[in-house]
């Protein structure tokens, strides 16, 4: 087993400073002091392109050290009552249920009536696999809670890396600040920060009202909300297992921290606060195919435009499937009315069009839509006005629905993923890779590669057998390659804008960082700044044409492949996102 471990460690935080990148091989952990094999920079298969990267990568690994740097500890309030919430089996927010769901009873006719029979074996199917989904949430609960009891009242570290697209993640699994709620609302800083007055805890109301779910109103209300929040949340932290409110917020063991937090803030004088305060995109990925298009309507729904107060991109695509079901339903289709009675609310649109710009489709969308189905109907939010045998066909038409609203929605970024896979088609057809450099000077090189299946066939005592594997050959996917690029390209300019503003903030003396892509945190009186870099850095990035930059590079590097030019752009200037107050909020 020790040889085991050294081949394929569980990797944990680390006690000690990790250890800054200096290139591709050297940084993260200490692995000459503790054998550890080593972790590269960029996490990729591709032992090639590692081999002839041009290292150091200097901003990449400035910020990634920047973020790895920073302490932190496990906030032993919510540790507590997480382990009591766990041992009485009780599933609040991200909490699985310790304990299968039954099968239904067997149907006397089960035998004998096919209907009956089918109906059954369908409930029972649905019910196994959601029992196989609890198994992993409780694997996942259980490895949380015990590294958070490892690391109780200790400081430690996150060591990070990047995959090859130049996002940054935190190498230790399970229990890190990009983990699910449970694991965030574990996590606070080991620097704390005092704060002095109301508008230096201006961002800990915000985000307390966004924790909760309030964040759909303007900034001014959501710090108003949380003021008049206070004296439930003090009862709340004195007696978290008594006063149960928590557990109606939209991420209730995230808002559960807050309410500590902020409780402790209204009745300390001297207060310093340690908890990380984030400030989310509004559907970044959309966000950036905005800017890139210069597409208006796309930049004011997304919040990239200035608005007086923030807009729901998942309202307005959910009001348009709305319309639509009304104007079917006055033509008498057959399915609409049924849908019209469950409320269709932002939550139906919410996981198709977040996944949309990073290559989602149609049969997505319609995966999306069955789940949405079987979670409200699970939960008891809606009257299933259908029967079982219907659900293909009704979902099947909500989907189509939904689908056609959000291309509604987004024609201009459609236009932008559609010549991305063009591109990426051509170049991939002549079995060479795509590469790029991002605006924060990382390297990206994509390259699928095509598997062949192989089956060894052999007899174990007696017993035929075989075994099956994929094997990589030397062909490129021009499939793979030409569903990946969007979503790459997309995901290498949201790494670039984290990177870009983790350099910034450091040199204006914000050194405690809690980031997760499209959702950068810091302390609440260093909030404001950190907010103003994001737009100025993303003013920075986007002012420069990145489709033609794009365009430009990959027709002088592949001069015999003619390659198509960017779409037509709309109007919008990049330089509004400067006053844009929801942007990130």
Request: charged share 25%; aromatic share 12%.
């Amino acid at each position: 087993n020790s040889d085991r471990e050294l081949l394929e460690p569980f990797w944990l935080p680390t006690l000690e400073l990790p250890k800054p990148w200096k290139n591709i091989w050297d940084g993260g952990y200490d692995n000459e002091s503790t054998y550890l094999p080593e972790l590269p920079f960029i996490k990729t298969n591709n032992m090639e392109f590692l081999r002839n990267v041009e290292t150091p990568i200097e901003m990449p690994m400035e910020a990634t050290n920047l973020i790895q740097q920073t302490p932190f500890t496990i906030n032993e309030d919510v540790y507590n009552v997480m382990g009591w919430a766990w041992e009485q089996n009780l599933c609040i927010g991200d909490l699985p249920n310790r304990v299968d769901e039954s099968f239904p009873p067997i149907p006397i006719d089960f035998k004998t009536n096919d209907d009956v029979n089918r109906r059954w074996r369908r409930e029972a199917a649905k019910i196994f696999a959601n029992n196989l989904s609890q198994k992993s949430k409780r694997l996942l609960t259980v490895k949380v809670l015990h590294i958070a009891e490892k690391y109780l009242h200790k400081r430690f570290f996150f060591p990070h890396q990047c995959d090859f697209r130049g996002r940054v993640y935190a190498v230790p699994s399970f229990l890190n600040p990009q983990g699910p709620s449970i694991s965030k609302s574990l996590l606070t800083f080991n620097r704390p920060m005092k704060i002095k007055n109301d508008e230096q805890a201006r961002w800990l109301g915000i985000h307390g009202a966004n924790t909760w779910g309030n964040d759909k109103v303007t900034l001014d209300e959501r710090v108003f909300w949380a003021h008049d929040f206070t004296e439930e949340a003090i009862k709340i932290a004195n007696n978290p297992r008594e006063v149960g409110t928590w557990q109606d917020a939209d991420d209730p063991w995230c808002f559960l921290a807050w309410c500590f937090e902020w409780a402790k803030y209204k009745t300390q004088k001297s207060f310093q606060t340690t908890l990380p305060c984030s400030m989310d995109a509004t559907n970044n990925g959309l966000q950036l195919l905005s800017l890139l298009m210069r597409d208006r309507d796309g930049a004011i729904a997304t919040n990239v435009a200035a608005n007086d107060c923030p807009q729901d991109i998942y309202g307005i695509i959910a009001a348009g499937i709305t319309n639509k079901l009304k104007r079917d339903a006055e033509q008498g289709h057959e399915y609409a009315g049924g849908w019209l009675s469950c409320s269709i609310s932002r939550s139906l649109a919410k996981r198709p069009t977040m996944v949309y710009p990073y290559g989602g489709t149609f049969y997505s969308c319609r995966a999306y839509v069955d789940e949405w189905y079987q979670d409200q109907i699970k939960s008891k939010k809606i009257v299933n006005p259908f029967t079982e045998d219907d659900r293909y066909k009704v979902t099947g038409y909500l989907a189509k629905l939904t689908w056609e609203s959000i291309n509604e929605v987004l024609d201009r970024p459609a236009d932008c993923m559609g010549w991305l896979r063009e591109i990426a088609h051509r170049i991939a057809s002549q079995q060479l890779p795509i590469t790029w450099t991002t605006p924060a000077g990382f390297p990206v090189h994509q390259a699928y590669p095509c598997f062949k299946n192989n089956k060894v066939e052999t007899k174990i005592g007696g017993t035929a057998t075989h075994v099956k594997w994929l094997q990589e050959t030397d062909k490129l996917s021009p499939f793979k390659a030409r569903n990946g690029l969007s979503p790459n390209f997309i995901h290498s300019l949201d790494s670039a804008l984290l990177m870009r503003t983790v350099v910034e903030c450091n040199k204006e003396g914000i050194y405690d960082y809690c980031m997760i892509h499209d959702s950068m945190g810091t302390h609440s009186p260093n909030c404001q700044k950190m907010s103003e870099i994001i737009r100025k850095e993303t003013f920075s990035i986007f002012s420069v044409d990145r489709l033609s930059e794009l365009h430009r590079n990959l027709s002088e590097h592949y001069p015999q492949i003619d390659l198509p030019p960017p779409p037509s752009y709309g109007d919008f200037d990049p330089k509004e996102v400067l006053e844009s107050k929801y942007f990130f909020s």
